[in-house]
Nanobody
Framework: QVPVVQSGGGLVQAGDSLRLSCAASRRTFTTYAMGWFRQAPGKEREFVAAISWSSGNTYYADSVKGRFTISRDNAKNTAYLQMNTLKPEDTAVYYC????????????????????WGQGTQVTVSS
């Protein structure tokens, strides 16, 4: 069973909204956190948002605060990224990732703490 499966994405106009989903396998793994990262053409992958599975605390990059919302559904072991007021600079491949290892502290911004990654999905925002 694939540990992390993501869905959503597509082509929208500036100001529109999109929702991405990310389902983590619960058969073998305990989920401690899930996060979203993105990579625009010619740029390094960057942190977007993350959520602690136990507390529900959320973390955001400054560039998306107030526009993006990450949430979780414990019953479905699924995280969602609601993206509102999209801008052309949000265009990127978006990756979800899951943390199946316990860490203390605010590790959510660190890529190397995520154990499994989704396949990536393209989000394109036209002006």
């Amino acid at each position: 069973q694939v540990p992390v499966v993501q869905s959503g994405g597509g082509l929208v106009q500036a100001g529109d909204s999109l929702r991405l989903s990310c389902a983590a396998s619960r058969r073998t793994f305990t989920t401690y956190a899930m996060g979203w990262f993105r990579q625009a053409p010619g740029k390094e992958r960057e942190f977007v948002a993350a959520i602690s599975w136990s507390s529900g605390n959320t973390y955001y990059a400054d560039s998306v605060k107030g526009r993006f919302t990450i949430s979780r559904d414990n019953a479905k072991n699924t995280a969602y990224l609601q993206m509102n007021t999209l801008k052309p600079e949000d265009t990127a491949v978006y990756y979800c990732a899951a943390v199946f290892t316990y860490y203390s502290g605010d590790y959510y911004y660190q890529e190397d703490k995520y154990d499994y990654w989704g396949q990536g999905t393209q989000v394109t925002v036209s002006s």
